[in-house]
């Protein structure tokens, strides 16, 4: 199991572990931690997009004289010192200001905004998806260890696991679009739009999370507790639904929040597949010709919703840790 | 260690008996091999183009009697031969790179671990902050600004990839740190180099092993995508991430164009995915056995 980031800190998931958690405390602690991390990825986005050297040159149209390019770095504040950059940079992300796109000469912020709903509505159909195909799987498969059905659904996930999952969008594409012809294949015009894309997604994610719900399930199962449920009398399903999956829901949470990080980033790759109108595809559009505020924006905007979802989750564990007690 | 030296036939005895592990180490074997000696059995030449022959289906048979198993692409060239000339990219991208990840993480998380206090927390925040933005959008990005190509690719990669190794062998290291073999280690009067490397380094390095073997999938499957997109290696450097990208222009006419190459990365993940996990097994004595 892999250890968690201490994003969680000295959370519910280490050192908390049945004792009270102050609530207030626990916030503080939290919006602390998420000012330094957003410190810290601030300060490499910024400093990553000026790997490149000048990002006036690779803008600016090649006939362009030395004199309007000085006044186009001028414009941009590309004169200044790097630290003063920086500076003036944070002092307006902080205020929602993130500068204007090169190319389409509107606050990159509000091309944000626009393609942020898009994103979420995929990313929770994918989540939805894998949760409802991989935890019942999952459950199933421990269940009923080393059988046959085990076999298939342990194979069936590593299957998962090590396809690409833009690979699996285009053979979707050529089963149900290009031969069946009963799904689009491309942008987010209909409803079924959003089928395609999300299955694709939806199985990456089913794949991780049925592997991970199907060990959290076996590690239960021997626990004493379940084996006195079912010496009580009680019945297979009652012990399975009341006694195991609850303990089971924990880690399988915690393994839900880690895996977002894959889902938000299979969704870059995925979403310009199926030209899928998300963040995902505005960041790779505009590395492509190099509109570097948008970037640097879309990038702020994955790790803060990263960290914030990742702080929802940890809410969701005290709720579903009775041990663990607000005070 | 579980691993002793001059005992490879024990390891392979132990390895026979797990059908996982036999069927991820023939994967990976026959990938390696093929990146060697791609060229030498490479029915035809993966660059060679013949526009008369494009588009033609897996099975096609042309006019001097070549036979083409998996078709060829828009330009007529063999797609099974530019497989076997793409698992070059593949094997180098991902043993390089995560080579590279490996040093440099388990170098910042011994030294993190080690060092503790407040250094340890800062070191930490740092990679907290770098792993929150999900590796694959970080690579994008950077490989975006800093211009594609394979050697850039692999250092990108590379200079990406070790934070999880250094969380991973922080870890390890303050757990290794409390045992009783360190303590006696310092009460014999050894300097504090020599516990880092001689006593700690040899017992936290196994979990680098096991998580390099992961990466490797990792780094496969994310020089796919780059590649796919246009932002990691150029033709005519043959790779599957590049086959893929191909592919999709064509995807409603020449299926095999797209199926074939993703098959080659999925078959190839899969083996270092089983590897990995017979590697866990083996190198964790506590687990051994039990699976």
Request: proline fraction near 5%; charge should be positive; avoid cysteine.
């Given at each position: 199991m892999a250890p968690l980031p201490s994003l969680w800190g000295k959370g519910p998931g280490d050192g908390g572990r049945g004792m009270g958690v102050n609530l207030r405390g626990f916030f503080i602690s939290r919006i602390a931690q998420l000012v330094v991390t957003m410190f810290i990825i601030s300060v490499v986005v910024f400093f990553i997009l000026r790997l490149?050297?000048?990002?006036i040159l690779v803008v600016a149209p090649d006939f362009f004289s030395q004199e309007q390019i000085d006044q186009m770095r001028k414009f941009w504040g590309f004169d200044r010192p790097l630290g003063e950059q920086y500076l003036t940079f944070v002092r307006k992300a902080i205020t929602g200001d993130f500068g204007k796109s090169y190319l389409a000469k509107r606050p990159a912020m509000e091309l944000i905004i626009e393609r942020l709903g898009y994103s979420w509505l995929l990313a929770a159909a994918s989540a939805a998806i894998g949760l409802t195909v991989a935890v019942p799987l999952g459950i199933l498969s421990a269940l009923k260890r080393n059988s046959l059905f085990d076999l298939i659904i342990t194979s069936m996930s590593s299957l998962g696991t090590a396809m690409p999952s833009f690979w699996l969008g285009l053979m979707l594409i050529i089963i149900f679009?290009?031969?069946?012809?009963?799904?689009?294949?491309?942008?987010?015009?209909?409803?079924?739009?959003?089928i395609l894309p999300s299955v694709t997604l939806g199985v990456g994610m089913a794949a991780r999370l049925s592997r991970m719900t199907r060990s959290a399930m076996l590690e239960v199962l021997n626990q004493d507790y379940v084996r006195t449920a079912h010496s009580k009398g009680l019945m297979q399903k009652t012990v399975v639904m009341r006694h195991a999956l609850r303990n089971a829901l924990i880690p399988i949470v915690t393994v839900f929040g880690l895996q977002l990080g894959w889902l938000l980033g299979g969704s870059v790759v995925v979403e310009s597949v199926f030209s899928w109108p998300g963040l995902g595809r505005l960041m790779i559009d505009s590395i492509s010709v190099r509109d570097n505020t948008v970037v640097q924006a879309g990038l702020l905007f994955f790790a803060l919703s990263f960290i914030l979802i990742n702080y929802a989750i940890d809410v969701i564990y005290i709720m579903l840790d009775p041990r663990i007690k607000f005070q | 260690m579980p691993v002793r030296r001059g005992a490879p036939l024990r390891v392979l005895s132990i390895l026979a008996q797990s059908p996982v592990g036999v069927a991820g180490s023939l994967i990976v074997t026959v990938v390696v091999v093929l990146a060697f000696i791609g060229p030498v059995i490479s029915p035809h030449d993966p660059l060679n183009r013949n526009i008369r022959d494009r588009f033609k289906p897996p099975g096609f048979v042309d006019q001097s009697g070549n036979f083409y198993s998996l078709g060829n692409d828009q330009l007529g060239r063999d797609i099974f031969s530019r497989i076997i000339a793409g698992s070059r990219v593949s094997v180098l991208v991902g043993v390089v790179s995560v080579l590279i990840a490996g040093t440099l993480g388990v170098i910042y998380g011994l030294f993190s671990g080690f060092v503790g206090g407040i250094v340890d927390s800062v070191m930490m925040r740092i990679v907290d902050g770098l792993l929150a933005i999900p590796f694959i959008i970080l690579v994008i990005a950077i490989s975006g600004v800093v211009g594609a190509g394979l050697s850039t690719l692999i250092l990108i990669l590379g200079f990406t990839g070790w934070t999880t190794y250094a969380r991973v062998i922080r870890g390890e290291v303050l757990k290794v740190r409390a045992m009783e073999y360190v303590i006696a280690a310092y009460a014999l009067g050894q300097s504090r180099r020599k516990v880092m490397f001689l006593h700690i380094l040899p017992n936290v390095v196994h979990s680098a092993i096991v998580l390099a073997a992961v990466q490797v999938g990792v780094t496969i499957l994310a020089e796919s995508s780059l590649s796919f997109l246009g932002l990691g290696v150029k033709p005519p450097t043959v790779t599957w991430g590049l086959m893929l990208s191909d592919g999709r222009q064509y995807i409603n006419s020449a299926w095999w164009m797209t199926a074939f190459p993703g098959i080659a990365i999925t078959i190839t993940v899969l083996g270092v995915v089983f590897l990995g996990d017979w590697l866990r097994d083996f190198l964790d004595p506590n687990v051994r056995g039990r699976a």
């Amino acid at each position: 199991m892999a250890p968690l980031p201490s994003l969680w800190g000295k959370g519910p998931g280490d050192g908390g572990r049945g004792m009270g958690v102050n609530l207030r405390g626990f916030f503080i602690s939290r919006i602390a931690q998420l000012v330094v991390t957003m410190f810290i990825i601030s300060v490499v986005v910024f400093f990553i997009l000026r790997l490149s050297g000048d990002p006036i040159l690779v803008v600016a149209p090649d006939f362009f004289s030395q004199e309007q390019i000085d006044q186009m770095r001028k414009f941009w504040g590309f004169d200044r010192p790097l630290g003063e950059q920086y500076l003036t940079f944070v002092r307006k992300a902080i205020t929602g200001d993130f500068g204007k796109s090169y190319l389409a000469k509107r606050p990159a912020m509000e091309l944000i905004i626009e393609r942020l709903g898009y994103s979420w509505l995929l990313a929770a159909a994918s989540a939805a998806i894998g949760l409802t195909v991989a935890v019942p799987l999952g459950i199933l498969s421990a269940l009923k260890r080393n059988s046959l059905f085990d076999l298939i659904i342990t194979s069936m996930s590593s299957l998962g696991t090590a396809m690409p999952s833009f690979w699996l969008g285009l053979m979707l594409i050529i089963i149900f679009s290009a031969h069946l012809r009963i799904l689009p294949a491309y942008g987010a015009l209909q409803p079924e739009s959003i089928i395609l894309p999300s299955v694709t997604l939806g199985v990456g994610m089913a794949a991780r999370l049925s592997r991970m719900t199907r060990s959290a399930m076996l590690e239960v199962l021997n626990q004493d507790y379940v084996r006195t449920a079912h010496s009580k009398g009680l019945m297979q399903k009652t012990v399975v639904m009341r006694h195991a999956l609850r303990n089971a829901l924990i880690p399988i949470v915690t393994v839900f929040g880690l895996q977002l990080g894959w889902l938000l980033g299979g969704s870059v790759v995925v979403e310009s597949v199926f030209s899928w109108p998300g963040l995902g595809r505005l960041m790779i559009d505009s590395i492509s010709v190099r509109d570097n505020t948008v970037v640097q924006a879309g990038l702020l905007f994955f790790a803060l919703s990263f960290i914030l979802i990742n702080y929802a989750i940890d809410v969701i564990y005290i709720m579903l840790d009775p041990r663990i007690k607000f005070q | 260690m579980p691993v002793r030296r001059g005992a490879p036939l024990r390891v392979l005895s132990i390895l026979a008996q797990s059908p996982v592990g036999v069927a991820g180490s023939l994967i990976v074997t026959v990938v390696v091999v093929l990146a060697f000696i791609g060229p030498v059995i490479s029915p035809h030449d993966p660059l060679n183009r013949n526009i008369r022959d494009r588009f033609k289906p897996p099975g096609f048979v042309d006019q001097s009697g070549n036979f083409y198993s998996l078709g060829n692409d828009q330009l007529g060239r063999d797609i099974f031969s530019r497989i076997i000339a793409g698992s070059r990219v593949s094997v180098l991208v991902g043993v390089v790179s995560v080579l590279i990840a490996g040093t440099l993480g388990v170098i910042y998380g011994l030294f993190s671990g080690f060092v503790g206090g407040i250094v340890d927390s800062v070191m930490m925040r740092i990679v907290d902050g770098l792993l929150a933005i999900p590796f694959i959008i970080l690579v994008i990005a950077i490989s975006g600004v800093v211009g594609a190509g394979l050697s850039t690719l692999i250092l990108i990669l590379g200079f990406t990839g070790w934070t999880t190794y250094a969380r991973v062998i922080r870890g390890e290291v303050l757990k290794v740190r409390a045992m009783e073999y360190v303590i006696a280690a310092y009460a014999l009067g050894q300097s504090r180099r020599k516990v880092m490397f001689l006593h700690i380094l040899p017992n936290v390095v196994h979990s680098a092993i096991v998580l390099a073997a992961v990466q490797v999938g990792v780094t496969i499957l994310a020089e796919s995508s780059l590649s796919f997109l246009g932002l990691g290696v150029k033709p005519p450097t043959v790779t599957w991430g590049l086959m893929l990208s191909d592919g999709r222009q064509y995807i409603n006419s020449a299926w095999w164009m797209t199926a074939f190459p993703g098959i080659a990365i999925t078959i190839t993940v899969l083996g270092v995915v089983f590897l990995g996990d017979w590697l866990r097994d083996f190198l964790d004595p506590n687990v051994r056995g039990r699976a």
